[in-house]
């Protein structure tokens, strides 16, 4: 089964959207309250956005559509990978502390080894699958 052989890279593809999300929560409350956000940006349209990634990731596992899925995780790797350099390249000053920096650049780390373990499990023959 399709799901089952990308279990282990959906599981860490939606830990990484959930961080994400709460990234983003955490930066809109720190920004209502007058703070300055753990990281340069937070937006409600992001939270909205990575739902939806994470909805159409799963839909398209449970509907075994490949193209729709390797889409969504190429797109999700490109962006954790441009933060991930902004995190090494941009201004120390945009993020509250030098902690923050590396913990922004955690997360992101993870998205890009959702899609690492996305693209081994294509090559992984199913267990119903032969090696001949």
């Not at 089952?4 to 994400?20: E, I």
């Not at 720190?30 to 956005?49: F, K």
């Not at 941009?90 to 993870?110: C, M, Q, T, Y």
């Amino acid at each position: 089964m399709l799901k089952t052989n990308y279990a282990l890279a959906l599981k860490v593809q939606l830990t990484h959207l959930f961080l994400c999300i709460l990234w983003n929560a955490i930066g809109l409350w720190q920004l209502h309250n007058g703070e300055q956000s753990i990281g340069p940006t937070a937006s409600m349209m992001a939270i909205v956005v990575v739902l939806i990634a994470g909805s159409l990731l799963v839909f398209s596992l449970n509907k075994a559509w490949k193209p729709l899925y390797f889409s969504i995780s190429l797109l999700a790797f490109l962006l954790a990978a441009m933060t991930i350099y902004g995190g090494l390249t941009k201004d120390h000053s945009l993020w509250p502390s030098e902690f923050w920096r590396f913990a922004g650049i955690a997360v992101n780390a993870i998205g890009a080894l959702g899609f690492i373990l996305a693209i081994t499990s294509f090559f992984k023959p199913s267990k119903n699958q032969s090696l001949a």
